[in-house]
């Protein structure tokens, strides 16, 4: 794919998903990606469901595919002499080193950031670690959960006096690799400036800690400690999913102009003088009574006929889509969010779009597929003059 990032080689030295997703949305932006993986068995989630089975009985990996489609992948053992020598010969090539192991890892290699600035003083060295390279946890190993448990994002995920509760997607590793893709594109842009390289150390758990929103500044001007609120929003009222005549529709009045038309739609426009609901603070402080009185009225009609009605009077609301209806949102196809991945085995493999959409550039409805263990070996070798 052609991009922003088109004619810059970025070697992938990951696995699993915070380092790849990082890699992968480089390859987005135009990036050619040199996947780096151990032999034999490769990224750990080559062997993780869900599964895809070609018509030839080949069964591959859904979750691989999804976060390294269009990269290229050479198997290397970087404790073999032959092996370094290929490493370094991409490195000698590269603008950009990602890599994902917990910290001390690339030291003990010899391919830490301290052996290789010198070296490869162009290198852009990005480290997306559980905990980061300083501190007292940085050689602690870490996934998803522990991120998510230890940056306060599960203390405030579920319903009140529920079990902890997981985010549904992996937001440990998502928002790390986010930050990770900021950070690259920043170092990238520094570098046109002085030169030179330089390293971006992001930390799964310090991401989980940008994203808490105002659960910070809501413990900091109150000294509580925030708690799990199900769907509602802490500051904001009308802010939940509500229940409807046949399900559930989010709705989101963030102003008293958007409560009273919210209000007027209900028929119930004397909510608007109602001492407990005229003020923002006055609903967040009754937030139980109004969302009783909401619910009371929306039960009585289907989530449809309300939606209708809200949205024509432009108030923040929609359904509650599972994967499947989201698949088929007209808005999420109009945006191809959903792009088709042309393996050669699979077929069309449908998935996860690139949200990012650049005027300047094209954002095709296919992508190349994700790579075989090794593929292109052959190929990176003779251009490396190692063949």
């Known amino acids: 794919m052609k991009g922003p990032f088109s004619g810059i080689l970025v070697v992938d030295l990951t696995r699993v998903l915070a380092g790849p997703y990082c890699a992968l949305l480089l390859a987005e932006l135009g990036a050619r990606v040199i996947k780096v993986e151990p032999p034999v068995k490769g990224d750990d989630s080559r062997h993780y469901g869900p599964y895809l089975t070609a018509k030839s009985g080949a069964v591959k990996s859904g979750y691989f595919a999804s976060v390294n489609r269009g990269k290229e992948s050479i198997a290397l053992d970087l404790k073999s002499d032959a092996d370094r020598k290929v490493f370094e010969a991409l490195l000698a090539r590269a603008d950009v080193l990602i890599e994902n192991y917990r910290g001390g890892t690339m030291e003990k290699l010899g391919y830490g950031y301290d052996a290789l600035k010198d070296r490869y003083p162009k290198l852009i060295y990005a480290a997306v670690s559980g905990f980061g390279h300083t501190g007292p946890y940085a050689k602690r190993p870490a996934y998803d959960m522990i991120a998510q448990a230890m940056g306060g994002v599960m203390s405030l995920t579920g319903h009140p006096g529920g079990e902890p509760t997981r985010v549904g997607t992996s937001t440990g590793d998502i928002t790390a690799a986010l930050f990770a893709t900021i950070g690259v594109a920043s170092a990238l842009y520094d570098r046109q400036r002085s030169g030179r390289g330089q390293k971006v150390d992001v930390a799964m758990l310090d991401s989980q800690v940008a994203v808490l929103e105002n659960a910070i500044s809501r413990h900091v001007a109150t000294g509580e400690i925030p708690g799990k609120l199900g769907s509602r929003h802490p500051s904001i009222a009308p802010f939940a999913t509500f229940a409807t005549g046949d399900g559930h529709i989010a709705l989101a009045a963030g102003n008293d102009a958007l409560f009273v038309k919210t209000a007027e739609v209900l028929g119930r426009a004397e909510w608007k003088d109602d001492p407990r609901f005229d003020t923002n603070l006055a609903r967040v402080r009754h937030v139980d009574a109004l969302t009783a009185e909401i619910e009371a009225v929306l039960k009585t009609r289907s989530s449809r006929e309300w939606l209708d009605a809200l949205q024509a009077a432009g108030i923040p609301s929609g359904p509650l889509n ?33 949200p990012i959409k650049l005027s300047a550039h094209d954002d095709p409805k296919t992508r190349p597929a994700a790579p075989e263990l090794d593929a292109d070996r052959a190929a990176i070798l003779r251009e490396l003059g190692l063949a």
């Open 322 to 354: 599972d994967v499947a209806q989201v698949m088929a949102d007209p808005q999420v196809l109009a945006r191809n969010m959903i792009v088709e991945s042309l393996d050669p085995e699979l077929g069309a493999v449908r998935m996860q779009g690139n």
